[in-house]
T-cell receptor, first 115, second 115 residues
Framework: DGGITQSPKYLFRKEGQNVTLSCEQN?????MYWYRQDPGQGLRLIYY???????QKGDIAEGYSVSREKKESFPLTVTSAQKNPTAFYLC??????????????FGPGTRLTVL | KNQVEQSPQSLIILEGKNCTLQ??????????LRWYKQDTGRGPVSLTI?????NTKSNGRYTATLDADTKQSSLHITASQLSDSASYIC??????????????FGAGTRLAVHP
């Protein structure tokens, strides 16, 4: 069963704590992405990666960190430096980073709530 | 500034009726335009992708149109069903060859289909 999985579905964190969101894909895609979704706003790009051990900052990378040690995995760490981390986080992947029609496939999301 | 604006913000229709959602964009250069369906608490799922040369594309009861001259797109839903209740997101891909085709997301239209 091919696709993208994210875990956990719901996550609660106390202020001042770091937390890591998991994203795994078995689609053999090279590119992976992390987005943040807030009510009434479009998705905003946090980080993206086109290959193992390489990743780039998106529009709102401050307070977040990522790693890409395996092609299948792209975990996102929300650090205590992120001022407003409560949001819905979406992971996505695509065959490659660029191209005329480069469809991104999304995972089911993780809802992070800071208490 | 590259932007994607969607209207209306929300819409309520009766089951079996048709509806049309609008998307205006100011993204340049343009690569393609996508419509996604996002159920509450889930990741977006692609409905259609249209390149510059395409002005209409269908996916079952969903038909998207694109007018690249006026930079407008619409998503028409025919014979609505209760399962169509979701947010519909318009996404425009910037056209940068050799690099990352950045996606610009609209805030979405929240559709509720009532029996």
């Amino acid at each position: 069963d091919g696709g993208i999985t994210q875990s956990p579905k719901y996550l609660f964190r106390k202020e001042g704590q770091n937390v890591t969101l998991s994203c795994e894909q078995n689609l053999n895609h090279d590119a992976m992405y992390w987005y943040r979704q807030d009510p009434g706003q479009g998705l905003r790009l946090i980080y993206y990666s086109q290959i193992v051990n390489d990743f780039q900052k998106g529009d709102i990378a401050e307070g977040y960190s990522v790693s890409r040690e395996k092609k299948e995995s792209f975990p996102l760490t929300v650090t205590s430096a992120q001022k407003n981390p409560t949001a819905f986080y979406l992971c996505a992947s695509s065959m490659r980073l660029a191209g005329d029609v480069n469809e991104q496939f999304f995972g089911p999301g993780t809802r992070l709530t800071v208490l | 500034k590259n932007q994607v604006e969607q209207s209306p913000q929300s819409l309520i229709i009766l089951e079996g009726k048709n509806c049309t959602l609008q998307c205006n964009y100011t993204v340049s250069p343009f690569s393609n335009l996508r419509w996604y369906k996002q159920d509450t608490g889930r990741g977006p799922v692609s409905l259609t992708i249209m390149t510059f040369s395409e002005n209409t594309k269908s996916n079952g009861r969903y038909t998207a149109t694109l007018d690249a001259d006026t930079k407008q797109s619409s998503l028409h839903i025919t014979a609505s069903q209760l399962s169509d209740s979701a947010s519909y997101i318009c996404v425009v891909s910037e056209g940068f060859s050799g690099g990352y085709n950045k996606l610009i997301f609209g805030a979405g239209t929240r559709l509720a289909v009532h029996p």
